[in-house]
Nanobody, 112 residues
Framework: QVQLVESGGGLVQAGGSLRLSCLVS????????VAWYRQATGKGRELVAT?????GKSYADSVEGRFTISRDNNRGYLQMNSLKPEDTAVYYC????????WGRGTPVTVSS
């Protein structure tokens, strides 16, 4: 059973940076796509970035050029730069092939 543990969130001023980390266990991580989602209060869950097992990356338009997704061993990462108040949300990492498995997320708050 896959387990996902996100960390690295916090409170930051607009323009600042955070690096999120996701520890993944219970699967062959090297074979899997990794994704980051976020959910702001009162809104649905939004796909932020994806990294394939071959390293191919894609981003939501809203974060393109500011966020960078990466991976190594059994961790996924999301480097977030030039943060904006609208980036405030709980951030979750996800293994798309495990549709029902979600971690607890890590909250990010960006103050203006």
């Amino acid at each position: 059973q896959v387990q996902l543990v996100e960390s690295g969130g916090g409170l930051v001023q607009a323009g600042g940076s955070l690096r999120l980390s996701c520890l993944v266990s219970g699967i062959n991580f090297a074979l899997e796509t990794v994704a980051w989602y976020r959910q702001a209060t009162g809104k649905g869950r939004e796909l932020v970035a994806t990294i394939l097992r071959n390293g191919g990356k894609s981003y939501a338009d809203s974060v393109e050029g500011r966020f960078t997704i990466s991976r190594d061993n059994n961790r996924g990462y999301l480097q977030m730069n030039s943060l904006k108040p609208e980036d405030t949300a709980v951030y979750y990492c996800k293994i798309p092939s495990r549709a029902l498995s979600w971690g607890r997320g890590t909250p990010v708050t960006v103050s203006s």
